[in-house]
């Protein structure tokens, strides 16, 4: 794999290929952060364009403080939220936690959700019933295996917050799959 | 020895829980799920796509440049107008023909130059390029 530093200097010299190699190398990590939070398909796409179209107006300004994927990360997580503010979901904070946890783990009927699916299937549709803020960290922690610095980086939280949030989504995701464990044996 | 959820998290990432519980089984699930990536992937022109954007963006932002440099131009040239017409200010080249007389100067100013220039294409510059 090419290294960052000549990547960026080849983009920054007009190399298009260069760009065409940097999309190829970050598209999943902008695919993952986007993806995880829009989910209409067309518009998720267009948003992932727009963020590859920024980075390449600020690669001139990426001065290897962070790693090319943190900084590449950062851009689309903003550019995340900024959509979903914009289609006028809740963003402030995360909602107040034991009522949250109540209602997530009691209000919806799991067997609806699971439907035919395999149990993988069925955690990923409990966890796009999670907040943005937990659906993002896990994203980040466990598909691109990003360490908690990193993410902070990225989300602009503290290291702590990252943590909690991690800490708290998965006990949540496992209350939830435990109930559904326990009535599947029953059936 | 109960492990509590944040020691049984730890332990299930580094695949050392050995409780067999509920809450064992429940946090594998998850885990396994979460360690899947996602099925989706970007259209086949997703590339060309970001080029092409790419592109007019260029071609725009050389557009607004261009339309900044006329408006800058014009705003000179008004500036000017205004300048000239406000102070009463007249051209006047009258101080030319007080230093006509030493045309020998402006000779040897222009040869100085010219030298200065040649100095500095011949070795500063090839020097840089070596």
Known sequence: MIDDKVLVSRVLGGDTQAFRLLIRQHERLVLHMVGRLIKNEAECEELCQDVFVRVYQKLGDFNFGSKLSTWIGTIAYRYAINALRKQKHAWSDIPDEEQFSSSFIEESNPETLVAEEDSDAFVMKLMNLLPPQYKVVLTLYHIEGMTYPEIGEITGMPEGTVKSYLFRARNLLKEKVKKYLGKEELL | ?130
């Open chain 2, 1 to 130: 020895m109960k492990l509590t959820e944040e020691q049984l998290q730890e332990a299930i990432e580094r695949n050392t829980a050995e409780t067999g519980g509920d809450d064992e089984r429940a946090y594998q699930q998850v885990f396994a799920a979460l360690r899947r990536p996602s099925g989706r992937s970007f259209s086949a022109g997703f590339e060309d796509a970001v080029m092409d954007k790419v592109q007019q963006q260029q071609v725009r932002r050389r557009s607004r440049e261009y339309v900044w440099y006329i408006v800058g131009v014009v705003l000179m040239v008004i500036a000017t107008v205004v300048a000239v017409l406000w102070t009463g200010f007249q051209l006047n080249f009258g101080f030319l023909y007080s230093i006509s007389a030493y045309s020998g100067v402006f000779v040897f100013g222009g040869a100085f130059i010219l030298f200065l220039h040649l100095l500095d294409r011949r070795l500063l510059h090839n020097k840089k390029s070596v």
